[in-house]
């Protein structure tokens, strides 16, 4: 997929990533996939069992997570990304989300601690001082120090426009923060020396709502004036029990009790949500990718089963004393596992589709820049919700080919189930990125963003018609298309006539039915290629490889395509039972 | 639901039924709804957080559950659809499940060991020898003796025809039995003082498959001579740990280490399986009830929490100062609930539709037995799997609904989404089912039972479109009965031409086709009473409550039927790519 479908080696060419060569970022992934075989996968069941625990006050996590953070620290793992002047090895976006993706695959709840750490340190080198730079980078890069983003309050979750945590300026240049944050993924863990939060709160006298947030870097020990570390008033008030991914805690945190806890101002005043958009548009990539990588490991714990497994026999076969057989022989067998593969496969294509356009937008300029950055934009949703909403019923589905099996902890399906559900709720519920779409993305600039999207489907269309096998699908892809125009013309109709509560009221639909077509677009896309290989003749690829893309592909647009169907059905209507039903009369 | 659309009472007037009031009936739910309430929810977190577990070779529970069990006996809930002959009450079948939905919604491990208690002691009444009901019977409804169905076993799942269980005659009428059971529910307990197994096994000689399955009572204590409890070689191997009810063992089970293992034979030899059935047909009808259950208690806790949580503003509204509102007035959150509400009210309808079928079928002699005996036989896929499959897709929405809360242990969202995931599972995985339905009892006596059934389903709908609030939604489910039954000719003409395996390759999707479809019904015939409630101004129900059943026939119509338009599409298609992909090409 990287290097055929997404050339990723062509990235090697920019500035930026000059000093990569394709067969080098090969290396990387092969580094990751070893360790995560070596070293994460081997305690996934472990942690899954031993949940992080509150003692005296601080949350004791895996023991093994000390010494992996230092690994992650000294071989480069936290900082492959940054730039060189950090100390990193600017490594494109694509082939760290890839690594996020192996490691994910093997035990999701390792791999937060570091991309969490990567992620809050790029906020400091985008936009901190120099002195915020040289106290808190090196020792994030190194695994020292954990870094988290902390927005979260009891009751500003959605609602970001509702932090109540605030900030007092002091003659000393730093704020006293006062507030409480929860949900903060790796808040408090002893598998490092310190926590570097990246907190929003309100300067006091800011305006209201989201104009008057700002940034602001809160460690939980402060370097004092001769360097050592001192406590920094923030304390861990709890930390939440959950369904899945054990490894990695999340906290409930109260800052500035003794009003003692200094904060450090990153940017400018009443700015802090648009620098941490930086972060959380990452992020939000990155859980796409993470869902992707937990059902893709259950798509093939369930394979191996499934062509282990013998149970019953060929319908058409009526002895009883025929041995049975294995199961991925049965017609609906081979469904569920087709399922997951359409889904899993596409999915991580719409990443990867994002990621590329990432680093595309990052070293690129011009027009090709802004178009690389609308697609991404408009995409972001899409590629966080989809995987996210999918993994659920994909790693239901593997669970499922294990039978009664599969409810039992025998197996890895059910950890797998519980561990992907928190990806529709972390980093914007579905609904907020159902909203962000079409109340935001899908208009911005005049619907720019959208054409140019379609600009590009419609080339890969055009490709497609060239091969018998995908000529169909490629016409179906573009009808739906077709559809897709009319159902968000309409919609428009619908803002101006009904207004926007009316407009946004399917937003969750809509998003679903822009997903499967972007999805739709990424199995068009690996199946241009498949053909050209098939063609080529090529001795890269087994026939039965290229093979299993084709009926993965067929099978999204036999199955997946035509549950837009309802989709566009329902988004015609002009029903509004969901506006109309007053909380009274829901009972 | 019972009263207005069921007329419940009306079973009051047959003869098996006539002790009873329809004021009686409502008093035996009342008195679960206490019990429930009192005994049963107090107890639900702890028995999640602390397992069964083996210990001794014995399975421990929760220490309340024996407790429990004796107060099931003693106060006639483990006997209440038993004839008065063996002291039971002879309560509808109906009534038994009103009150397993009401025991589950609270909490669901604590209802399994009475219902199959029943269910085993049930069989042997119909069954078993005179012997064996004076031995058996009254121990297992006074709650001191534990019935299971012992089907399963390591290599015979889904398959029973592979059972490999033995039993070998003895000149003392017993037989030696010898076999492994697996997945056993309440198949150790220290609960109660015995567990009597229902135990399916081949006599020595016993014809290949399943015509040379046997049906057996299999005690793990069995009375000697005195009558005194003695061992009898049924040894514990094991609890399986599961994913979720965690105050219901499952147990592996070794019969026969020792050679000294007795069983007794329940009627004929070699016609285990037909007996079985009489078990299974019940458990499924019990099972699509306990995914509703829960289903529910997730919606009522989910609706709880929407209505105190605040959380944004209205779309409109673009002042930050003003108070946060209710998140059940977010219109993503309504269709949260909607959702929820639709699909579980829907579910329950299509449990009582199949209920009330056996009631009658039991209690009428005929045409009219006939008829609901084979509209039962047709549901009966549809009811077992319809609010099963829903249920993962309904508890995780009401897990959405908390936000990140949701994915925590603060809140009981977690706990029913993982409960309720066995449901696909145990009593014939879904695409059994969807086999069962497709394969036998749609086209069984010439597809008697479908056009029996779609007699009554117009019947409704023409009832229906005497009113206007409803005759666009009948005349939609009558157009995609008529589609139905067109992709049920089409798929014959399948199997005529492409064999039986084409035929069925879809059967799990014409089985949730079928299912949405006659969960559609379920909501025309709720809709007719409700309007004529409306109509005939009642004061027994608030407008608020009927109109929230209009609400929700809304959303079924708007959201969920639609979804039968893919379904349809993909049943027309002639591509067969689960068929074709064979194992080499699943990668």
Redesign the interface.
Known sequence: MLHEVFNVGELCKKEAFKEHTPEGLDMILEAAASLSQDHLRPILVEMDTKPPYLENGRIKVHPKMRELMQGFGRDGWISMSAPHEFGGQQVPFTITEAVGFIMGAANYSTMVYPFLTTGAAHLIESFGTQKLKETYIPKMYAGEWQGTMAL?EP?A???L??VVSTATPTADGHYLIKGQK??ISCGDSDAVDNIVHLMLARIDGAP???KGISLFVVPRMRPDAKGELVFNDVNTAGV?????YHGAP?AHLIMGEANDCRGYLIGEEHKGLSYMFQMMNEARIGVGCNAVSIASAAYYTS?EY??VR???????EKD??KP?I?I????????M??FQ?AVVEGSLSLVFESTIRYDLSKTSEGEEKEKNQLILELLTPMVKSYPAEMS?LTT?TA??IF??Y?????FLA?LF??ET??H???EG???IH?MDLLGRKVTMKGGMAVMMLMQEVMADIDRAQKFDALSLFASILGEKLLALQEITMHLVSVAQNE???AY?????LYLELFGILAVGWQWIKQGVKVEELKAAQTKKYSA??L??KS?AL??FF??EI??????I??LK?D?R?????G?????
């Open positions: 979260t009751g979750g959605s609602s426009t509702d929860i949900f209201a709502g989201i939440f029990h959950k369904m899945g999340i394979l499934a062509n013998t149970q019953g026999r060929k319908i058409t009883p004393l049975q294995p991925i022989e049965h017609a609906d067998v081979k469904r596992l087709l593969k659920i239901s669970l499922q039978g009664g599969g409810f039992t902890k025998e059910e189930f519980r559900r928190i529709t709720l972390h519920t579905t609904a159902g207004g926007p509560e946004l009221s399917d937003a969750t039965d490889f093979q299993s009926y067929q099978y036999e199955y035509p549950k837009t169907e309802g989709l059905r329902r209507s029903n039972v969901t506006m109309q039903a909380k009274e009369t829901i009972l």
